[in-house]
């Protein structure tokens, strides 16, 4: 009995030691890793080096992340509007009856990055946005129909996913934050549908934001040509990791200037998981209108700097009204963080859990005070 025990001991030993080497290395084989949302990414090692002495050139970055880029054709099918006379045959008999018609469909394009080798591929909001039909052709020529997992208006982030046999190539994930102003990049994407497309340049800027393109803005400015068509592609470092998402250019005219905007992949990949797993992001919201400090508000208020945010608005029902916050005060820091901006007060409350108190600390008549605010959930965006 003794030798029994032993070797069934043995053998449940031995079968854990191997199931934690499967989850720990390659968690895809396991069968119910798909459904609980767990997705594998690549992701490069950080290195003290990386992005300033490239271990590849250029033609070999380019090569590593080009088969992980995708072009996205889009179509959405222009709904009519039914004019009120419509039910009148005599109106029907002089301007027809636009409900025999074919139905009119528009189309757009732009481009994506695989980012799992089971088909999940990120993309911007607006490139999918309204889609009614959504197509994806792979690098290796392949094309396929594809489904939204979820986006993400405010940082204008997508994600779809596609049903092919076999492991799709995902990109490597790099280390935006490791990145600085003067390192070579390359802009890979669908650029006016001509096919795809790669362009150089170097990271212009950091940290870019209050550009009234999206809620949430840390872009990436670079100089790497961006035109219509390259939105959702990707922006990739000299050893081909992703470094961020193309988003946006400025140009009255719509063609490439030299300003071009990109998602960090930090963000993405923060954004992309929550879509994943739930389908949608989860951000907190303590329902207050702010505005900036100038120094003429600092001066009339008798504070020392511009640091902090001005409370002009509180929603009714809100947190921020529940725990006692007046339109008037001066919002200085949550818990230990403190409040310099509008950006940073935005993105401090939307990384807070909903549910998790905090305390807000104000200035109110000049006199410095606390408040315990319990963070609520950030509403969805309505759609413009």
Not at 193 to 217: C, D, Y
Request: charge should be neutral.
């Amino acid at each position: 009995m003794r030798k029994h025990w032993l070797l069934f001991t043995q053998t449940v030993t031995v079968a854990l030691a191997l199931l934690f080497i499967v989850q720990t290395l390659k968690p895809e084989l396991l069968p119910n890793a798909a459904r609980s949302g767990v997705v594998t990414l690549q992701e490069s090692a950080p290195q003290a080096t990386e992005g300033k002495n490239p271990a590849m050139g250029l033609s070999a970055a380019a090569q590593k992340a080009m088969p992980s880029v995708v072009n996205i054709f889009t179509s959405t099918v222009i709904k009519t509007p039914i004019h009120p006379f419509m039910d009148d045959p005599r109106f029907r008999f002089f301007f027809g009856d636009p409900r025999d018609m074919e139905p009119q469909s528009s189309s757009s394009l732009g481009s994506g990055v695989i980012v799992s080798p089971d088909g999940y591929i990120l993309t911007n909001h607006h490139v999918v946005e309204a889609a009614d039909q959504i197509e994806v052709a792979l690098a290796d020529g392949r094309k396929t129909k594809a489904h939204v997992i979820g986006s993400d208006p405010e940082t204008d982030l997508a994600v779809i996913k596609v049903e092919l046999p076999g492991k799709l190539p995902a990109i490597t994930f790099g280390h935006p934050e490791r990145v600085q102003v003067g390192d070579m990049v390359l802009a890979i994407g669908n650029p006016f549908g001509v096919g795809q497309t790669v362009t150089m340049g170097i990271i212009s800027a950091l940290k870019r934001n209050h550009l009234g393109l999206n809620t949430f803005e840390n872009f990436i400015q670079t100089d790497a040509a961006i035109n219509p068509g390259n939105s959702g592609g990707a922006l990739v470092d000299v050893n081909g990791n992703l470094i961020g998402i193309n988003s946006a250019i400025y140009s009255p005219n719509g063609g490439s200037l030299g300003i071009g905007f990109a998602i960090p992949a930090s963000i993405a990949k923060k954004t992309m998981e929550q879509i994943i797993q739930s389908g949608s992001v989860t951000r907190g919201w303590i329902g207050a209108g702010v505005q900036e400090l100038t120094p003429e508000l600092a001066e009339s208020f008798k504070l020392g700097s511009t640091k902090g945010v001005l409370i002009t608005e509180v929603i009714r029902s809100s947190p921020a009204e529940q725990a006692g916050i007046k339109t008037g005060d001066i919002l200085i820091a949550i818990d230990d963080k403190t409040i310099d901006d509008w950006n940073t007060m935005l993105e401090t409350v939307a990384n807070l859990p909903p549910g998790k108190v905090v305390t807000a600390r104000l200035m109110r008549n000049g006199t410095a005070t606390s408040l315990p605010v319990k963070i609520g959930k950030r509403p969805r965006p309505r759609e413009q």
